[in-house]
T-cell receptor, first 115, second 113 residues
Framework: AQSVAQPEDQVNVAEGNPLTVKCTYS??????LFWYVQYPNRGLQFLLK??????LVKGSYGFEAEFNKSQTSFHLKKPSALVSDSALYFC?????????????FGKGNQVVVIP | DAGITQSPRHKVTETGTPVTLRCHQT?????MYWYRQDPGHGLRLIHY???????DKGEVSDGYSVSRSKTEDFLLTLESATSSQTSVYFC????????????FGQGTRLTVV
């Protein structure tokens, strides 16, 4: 079964500094990978996805993520963090080519951007 | 925003009573999911559906059942609610092919007393 690990519970970063949120995955075959963001008392919002092609994918709000097959990682990045980026971030994976369309999430990372 | 609605948004119920949560979509997406979100556990999959009357268990399915009699509706039933089922429940929908990202409802906060 597929799984996702987000090793850090919380990421603190100063406003204007680069932001990185780490994600590693385990799946049979080629993965579909996703990042979501959740603001307090809200549902999850889709940020970006990797399906195939270029390993660097760009998404909403200036976020991007890099797919690294050899390291089974899909880290989320933003060059310059904003206070408004403070939220809970989730990485997710699915493996549709094996007939398994379960969408598995990591435990989430709380991002705190310090003014 | 994707057309996905959860009802009710908030519910308080007593231990031992059955509870049904509803997820309704207007996107005609094939896949529908029920998750629960708890501090320290992230999102855990309860059940999911890959078509009308086609469902499968997730990682925390004990005590829950689901039904999907129409493409647009996916019901989650707590057969006999327990305090450990106090949680926030999210429904999600996703399509196929390149449109495979999931879209989430606003959540249902369920308290079992």
């Amino acid at each position: 079964a597929q799984s996702v690990a987000q090793p850090e519970d919380q990421v603190n970063v100063a406003e204007g500094n680069p932001l990185t949120v780490k994600c590693t995955y385990s799946v049979s075959g080629n993965p579909y990978l996703f990042w979501y963001v959740q603001y307090p008392n809200r549902g999850l919002q889709f940020l970006l996805k990797y399906i195939t092609g270029d390993n660097l994918v760009k998404g909403s709000y200036g976020f991007e993520a890099e797919f690294n097959k050899s390291q089974t990682s899909f880290h989320l990045k933003k060059p310059s963090a904003l206070v408004s980026d403070s939220a809970l971030y989730f990485c997710a994976v699915r493996a549709p080519f094996y007939g398994n369309n379960r969408l598995a999430f990591g435990k989430g990372n709380q991002v705190v951007v310090i003014p | 925003d994707a057309g996905i609605t959860q009802s009710p948004r908030h519910k308080v119920t007593e231990t031992g009573t059955p509870v049904t949560l509803r997820c309704h979509q207007t996107e005609n997406h094939r896949y529908m999911y029920w998750y629960r979100q708890d501090p320290g556990h992230g999102l855990r999959l309860i059940h999911y559906s890959y078509g009308v009357k086609d469902t499968d268990k997730g990682e925390v399915s004990d005590g829950y059942s689901v039904s999907r009699s129409k493409t647009e509706d996916f019901l989650l039933t707590l057969e006999s609610a327990t305090s450990s089922q106090t949680s926030v429940y999210f429904c999600a929908i996703s399509g196929t092919g390149v449109n495979t990202e999931a879209f989430f409802g606003q959540g249902t906060r369920l308290t079992v007393v």
